[in-house]
């Protein structure tokens, strides 16, 4: 830890509490406290101070958060926010969503951006192959620029419900100049953003049952969920399932990628 030897023997392996104290930078009889379980509300700053000190990874570090009834930074201090840098954890994510075919899945990013959308997806819902990696976001895809996306009933529902789901997640980033750009973005190429977006809809629903009508597949159920992955707070994975035989028949005509 680049502390000072001291020659002393220690009765016990570990730093001594004036150690942990100097390296977090805090008094030692706030440490001592904070120890004991006193009522001293230590700030998010402390907690991150001693997370680096004690040397903690992600989980412990969420843990002590936790123990605090402090909320959690979304960022960790790299300046990367949490999943973002976890490239073994997105690499597995993605390999999940294309193992999945002939399910549609997909995997979002914050802004909704897409992070992979395999080939039943593409079939269901059309393809985002065609997008600029600056524009590859499902808002983007479903009331800007749908390309070969295919045009049901049900399609507006989706669009209005996605604003609403977004509108949970900004909530945690307003004013933050990406989240401000890329609104104002939609609000300019999309009338549909703009009024609902003006509606201040909010709307936390991740799972239900779908019906799409499909011009080659038919009339398709399907129930749907979105889930957090564990460990990776700003992503989200969407799967689709077959309500009934019907549509596990005409799902399994999709050709294997």
Do not use: C
Request: aromatic share 6%; hydrophobic share 40%.
């Amino acid at each position: 830890m680049g502390l000072p030897d001291d020659g002393a023997r220690r009765r016990t392996p570990g730093l001594r509490r004036e150690e942990v104290a100097a390296l977090a930078g805090v008094g030692v009889s706030w440490y001592t406290w904070l120890e004991q379980g006193r009522d001293i509300h230590p700030s998010p700053e402390v907690l991150d101070a001693l997370a680096r000190a004690l040397r903690l990874d992600a989980a412990e570090r969420a843990t002590l958060f936790a123990l605090a009834r402090t909320e959690l930074p979304l960022s960790d201090g790299s300046g990367t926010a949490p999943g973002e840098g976890d490239d073994d954890g997105r690499a597995l994510l993605v390999s999940l969503v294309e193992g999945l075919h002939p399910m549609p899945a997909y995997l979002l990013g914050p802004m909704t951006r897409i992070l992979a959308w395999n080939p039943a997806a593409s079939a269901l819902f059309g393809s985002p192959d065609h997008l600029p990696p600056g524009r590859r976001s499902l808002l983007w895809l479903l009331l800007v620029d749908p390309g070969d996306a295919r045009d049901n009933p049900g399609r507006e529902g989706t669009a209005r419900n996605m604003v609403a789901r977004f509108r949970s997640e900004y909530a945690q980033h307003a004013g933050e100049p990406a989240y401000e750009r890329f609104i104002g973005e939609l609000r300019e190429r999309s009338a549909r953003f703009a009024q609902w977006w003006d509606e201040h809809e909010v709307n936390d629903t991740q799972r239900g049952t779908k019906t799409i009508e499909h011009p080659t597949l038919g009339t398709l159920r399907l129930h749907h969920a979105q889930t957090v992955p564990t460990g990776a707070p700003d992503l989200r994975l969407t799967v689709y399932a077959p309500a009934d035989a019907a549509t596990r028949a005409a799902l399994a005509t999709l050709a294997t990628p």
